[in-house]
């Protein structure tokens, strides 16, 4: 069998293909950011009314922190006395030249935050990841 095809079919056909590569690529991509994210769930009032009680909350550990941006930790330091809470949520106030941390709740009544056990530095932190899609 001798197949002939023209210029524009040619054209055509190697659009087609480039085009169905990056769809299929962006997918996968999208896949591996998709299975990438962690999943938590809102305890107490400490963020309210940016995260509520129950609310799930979804984090992504490939994001660096930056100023205003929530966060998802656990911190041995961190830790209330009798209070089985492990996993806090805060916002990132100031970052320091160590890059350690200084986080409140959006709560200031309510949270317990840097103002009661100081920065959070790297090496003191389990870090899980900056909240998305949250202001």
């Not at 197949?3 to 991509?29: P, R, S």
């Not at 769930?41 to 660096?64: A, F, Q, R």
Request: negative net charge.
């Amino acid at each position: 069998m001798n197949l002939k095809i023209n210029k524009t079919e040619a054209l055509f056909l190697m659009l087609f293909l480039l085009t169905t590569f990056l769809i299929v690529g962006k997918l996968i991509k999208d896949k591996k950011y998709q299975d990438s994210l962690q999943y938590f769930e809102g305890i107490g009032d400490s963020m309210k009314p940016t995260i509520l009680d129950g609310e799930e909350i979804v984090t992504d550990p490939n994001l660096e922190a930056e100023i205003n941006d929530i966060i998802v930790f656990s911190c041995e330091k961190c830790k209330i006395e009798n209070d089985d809470i492990d996993i806090l949520t805060k916002r990132v106030l100031d970052k320091n030249d160590k890059n350690c941390f200084w986080v409140e709740g959006d709560n200031k009544v309510r949270s317990h935050d840097s103002r009661n056990f100081g920065w959070l530095c790297p090496e003191e932190i389990e870090y899980f990841g900056v909240v998305s899609d949250k202001n």
